[in-house]
């Protein structure tokens, strides 16, 4: 989605108004005029971001997720994937809707996560694996740790990984 179209004409609209003022006002929307563009930009994308988000909750498990290349937007739909009660494909695993926090059941919040590359690599493969985006497979395998059981093995895991780390120092 290419949101030059819209910076544009928000960049007209601008100079149209600015017209009926006087040379000092007509000036002012020229040099505001540029700056427009990176904060109509933003705001462009966060308004997406925020309908993506939005479609997603409705489309649970499915996803939408909003992706940039370059300065463009790009939306990307992932599919449930398809399984049966009776009889899941092997290695499948029946979707699994995030928890919904109590009375925030369609509100979402941005994070930034730092993850080592081979971990990313890991969590990458693992989404694919399910057929849904990194986002919607971090969201369930959170959600999936907050259970009373996933708690327990999660710390085990946990402790298994640091019990694995060596310290000090070598001579």
Known sequence: MQLETYVEELQ????????????ETRETADRLSAALDAAARLMLIEALGAAA??????????????????????????????WSE???????????????????????TRTTLRLPDELKSRVEAAAAHAGVSVNT????T??????????????QEIRQEVNKRVTGWVR
């Open 86 to 108: 009776s009889a899941p494909p092997a290695q499948a695993t029946p979707p699994v809707a995030p928890a919904a926090v109590e009375g925030e059941e369609s509100s979402t």
């Open 12 to 23: 007209r609209q601008l100079a149209a108004a600015a017209a009926a003022g006087t040379d």
């Open 137 to 140: 497979w971090l969201v369930r």
């Open 53 to 82: 988000s939005e479609i997603t909750t409705e489309l649970t498990p499915g996803s939408v997720d909003l992706r940039l290349r370059g300065r463009d937007p790009e939306f990307v739909v992932t599919q449930a994937p398809e």
């Open 142 to 155: 959170i959600a999936s740790a907050l259970d009373a059981g996933a708690s327990r093995t999660l710390a």
